[in-house]
């Protein structure tokens, strides 16, 4: 690999998802850019994992038929025809079993709430459809929903939800993270959500804007500081280089964020307020099939993970066998000070006790751990993002931080091209 620049119109850091686009954009419109990543190869959480030799995402991804700008990108990269369009299936795994919950029978038939209140829950799904969720960033997640629709529907329907994605945090949540995702997650037809899987993997997409950026692409490159002179950045060190500039891009999550600002707290002062979540993964490649839907919420107390998807009841790896994704969000100290295999034999178990997955029928496994899997969006979330305006000219946030009221391959795509657009025509 070359030997970083000794300057760039623009440096990106970070080559995630947002990076990569906001590279390639700003590429195209003739701006020099240089793209620096810590990893040792691009895609940030998009990034893959060999399991029994095949690459696999680390992470669980799908994209939604409302996701237009991803799908645009995709299209101008000739990848329109490796996106898989498949309707799937969603259940809940609770100390009594299993409950479907995949179409609007299902909900029928879910004992767990009487017809009132399923009724209530329609009524709460149709008004988080007909408003913009970001405006009740003040509101808790508990109180909206009680409000609408009671205090059964919450605990027995909606707390879970919110358990899996934020673990202790939940109670802390916004309405605004809850209303943008329910308006999301149900448009639902009779037999289901149709979501979209990229083949073999969403690694293609990353492989593509990677290749197209090869020659300003730099891994293995952490950046370690900004230079400020004058109000305003005129470089970035990494390792023993200085980079000279005119505008820095910061594309990863809080934690990386801080390292780099380390001693300049002033310069994004309400930044220590945002909490950010990490997350343990567990990627199994399965032999036998299981039980579940695609995607199972799990709440029994004591299982070693809240979220379990089987890929397989999504689109199958193309060369691979099952691949089940168990995981668990959990703070950042905890997703650092992880141990790989203790993690991975607590899962292993807990896909044998609740899912039926015999220990010898997983060929291989991997744990996928980050530190910065997301914000969570507590209430007040959005006007800290707000506020992550730096106070020095030509230093700009995108990507994870910036998105509201939720975090997706989507908002990435969106921030990164809008943020090229108005760079490269400053
Ligand atoms: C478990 C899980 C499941 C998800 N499922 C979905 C889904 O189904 N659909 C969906 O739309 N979204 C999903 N997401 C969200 C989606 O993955 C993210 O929103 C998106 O990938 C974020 O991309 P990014 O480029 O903004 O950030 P990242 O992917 O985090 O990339 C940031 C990059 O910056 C690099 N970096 C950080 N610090 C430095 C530094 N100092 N120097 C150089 N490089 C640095 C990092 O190494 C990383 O590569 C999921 C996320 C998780 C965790």
Known sequence: ??????????????????????????????????????????????????????????????????????????????????????????????????????????????????????VRLALLVRHARSIEPAGLDDVLARKWAVSLAGPVVWERFLRPLVEAKFGAAAPRVSA????????????????????????????????????????????????EGIVIEGGRVTAVSAGTQTVTCRDVVFTGGANALAKILAGMDDLLPDLASLAFQGILCGVFAVDSPSRGAYWTNVTVPGAPFNIVVQQDLLEPVKGGRGIVYASRYVDPET???????????????????????????????????????????????????????????????????????????????????DLARALAGA
């Open 176 to 223: 605004a993270w809850l209303a943008g995702r329910i308006g999301c997650r149900s448009n639902r037809g009779l037999r289901g959500e149709r979501l979209g899987y990229l083949t073999p993997s969403f690694h293609a997409l990353v492989s593509r804007l990677a290749g197209d950026l090869e020659p300003v692409l730099w891994c293995s490159e952490p950046v």
């Open 1 to 118: 690999m070359n030997r970083l620049p000794n300057h760039a119109d623009t440096i990106v850091i970070g080559a995630g998802i947002t990076g990569l686009c906001l590279a390639r954009s700003l590429a195209t419109q003739g701006v020099s850019v240089a793209l620096l990543e810590a990893a040792g190869a691009p895609g940030g959480l998009l990034a893959p994992k060999l399991l029994n030799g095949v690459s696999v995402d680390s992470y669980y991804h799908h994209i939604f038929v409302s996701d237009l700008r991803t799908r645009r990108l995709l299209d101008g990269l000739d990848l329109t025809r490796a996106l898989a369009w498949r309707t799937t299936s969603v259940s809940l795994l609770d100390e009594a079993g299993f409950h479907p919950l995949t179409s609007p029978l299902d909900i029928l038939r879910f004992k767990e709430l009487s017809l009132g209140e399923k």
């Open 335 to 417: 997703a650092r000070a992880a141990h790989r295999e203790r993690e991975l034999d607590a899962m292993q178990e807990g896909l044998r006790a609740y899912f039926g997955i015999d220990p010898s029928a997983i060929s291989d496994r991997e744990l996928a751990v980050t530190d910065d899997a997301g914000i969570v969006y507590a209430t007040g979330t959005r006007a800290v993002i707000d506020s992550l305006r730096p106070s020095v000219s030509g230093f700009h946030v995108a990507g994870m931080l910036t998105s509201f009221p939720d975090r997706s391959i989507e908002q990435s795509v969106a921030g990164a091209e």
